[in-house]
């Protein structure tokens, strides 16, 4: 065979062919001043195993060993790092959840705070309401019941119309006036006159006079 044509046999470079002829591992002879190589048609279908090619073959196998293993350890180490960076999550997690958890008491603690605040706020403006909607007498207003004098001072008088409104007795209004003007015939220190018009301490009971 040519040198050409068993380098394409055997799928090498006619320079690997020329070396091996020259190391004296192909035999060759030449034919008409041509050079050919002397094979065997067994030696074609089962070629001797080439040293060079088996030595590149184990160095090819070598090295890809190398690489898995270099693949491995990456393997490895992306395996600790993450196991690290999750314990760190975790951390992260925990610190976060007492930090909110931190956060969330004080919100409570500031939402009952203002809850209270706001509640004494409405209660105090009820009562400015309250207090509003009653007519108050003024102390320059003297009681023509001399009975009352005593007490003027410390009770809150407002006239029938008033004094219904505040317990939301608008219905028996007769009913009441009546009762009103019986127990201030009667005396009762709940009820007075001034300047002629029939007054009702509201500082008083009155379940008596209501129901």
Do not use: C
């Amino acid at each position: 065979m040519k040198p050409a044509e068993y380098a394409k046999e055997l799928g090498i470079s006619r320079q690997a062919v020329y070396a091996k002829i020259k190391k004296g591992i192909l035999q060759s002879k030449s034919v008409g001043g041509k050079l050919y190589i002397v094979v065997d048609s067994s030696d074609m279908s089962h070629p001797t195993a080439d040293p060079v090619k088996t030595t590149s073959k184990k160095a090819a196998v070598f090295s890809q060993n190398r690489h898995y293993e270099a693949l491995l350890k990456a393997k490895d180490e992306t395996i600790d790092v993450l196991k690290g960076t999750v314990k760190d999550l975790k951390e992260s997690n925990k610190e976060i959840s007492t930090t909110l958890r931190g956060e969330i008491d004080l919100l409570k603690e500031a939402f009952h705070e203002m809850r209270t605040l706001y509640v004494h706020q409405l209660e105090q403006k009820k009562s400015k309401a309250a207090v509003e909607t009653i007519e108050v007498l003024s102390h320059d207003e003297t009681p023509s019941d001399p009975r009352q004098a005593d007490m003027i001072e410390d009770a809150l008088w407002v006239g029938i119309k008033k004094f219904l409104k505040h317990f939301g007795a608008e219905e028996k209004k007769e009913k009441i006036a009546k009762r009103l003007k019986k127990a201030y015939k009667k005396g009762d220190h709940r009820v007075t006159k001034i300047d002629g018009k029939l007054k009702i301490d509201l500082n008083e009971s009155y379940e008596d006079i209501l129901h």
